[in-house]
């Protein structure tokens, strides 16, 4: 008998901020690692954020990663439980059967490394549609 080998697409994200003297001050970014398609991204925030809207935009990011990539059996890990539980996010995943959980952040080491990255990878272009479609959501 064969064992049900589903395969699956786990994409990590994770957000980040240089440090400043209260969390508006900082400048944040938001990374995404795919190890499946060896994907790696990173996004820098151009707008006042707090530490928790970040981790959203991160987990948005993901949504739109999977969707645009087509990829089905998509599960998108954070290290943020306010990210993986707001409730606008989680109704646009699951219209697209795209699952969300909550990971300890140890186990969330690549993207959040991504969140460091120097220059970042992502043009500007992609944070200005990310930035409608949380507007959207």
């Not at 995943?93 to 959980?101: G, L, P």
């Amino acid at each position: 008998m064969m064992g049900n080998n589903i395969e699956r697409n786990i994409i990590f994200t994770d957000a980040g901020g240089s440090s400043g003297p209260n969390d508006k001050d900082r400048a944040y970014k938001i990374g995404l690692y795919h190890p499946k398609n060896c994907t790696t991204e990173c996004i820098e925030l151009d707008f006042g954020l707090n530490a928790n809207e970040a981790e959203v935009y991160g987990v948005l990011n993901a949504i739109i990663y999977a969707i645009n990539n087509e990829l089905k059996n998509v599960m998108i890990v954070s290290d943020n439980n306010n990210a993986c539980q707001n409730k606008k996010i989680l109704n646009f995943a699951n219209s697209y059967n795209i699952k969300i959980y909550w990971i300890p952040r140890e186990l969330n080491k690549i993207s959040d490394k991504m969140t460091k990255l120097k220059p970042t990878t992502t043009k500007k272009e992609k944070l200005n549609n990310l930035k409608l479609i949380y507007k959207l959501v």
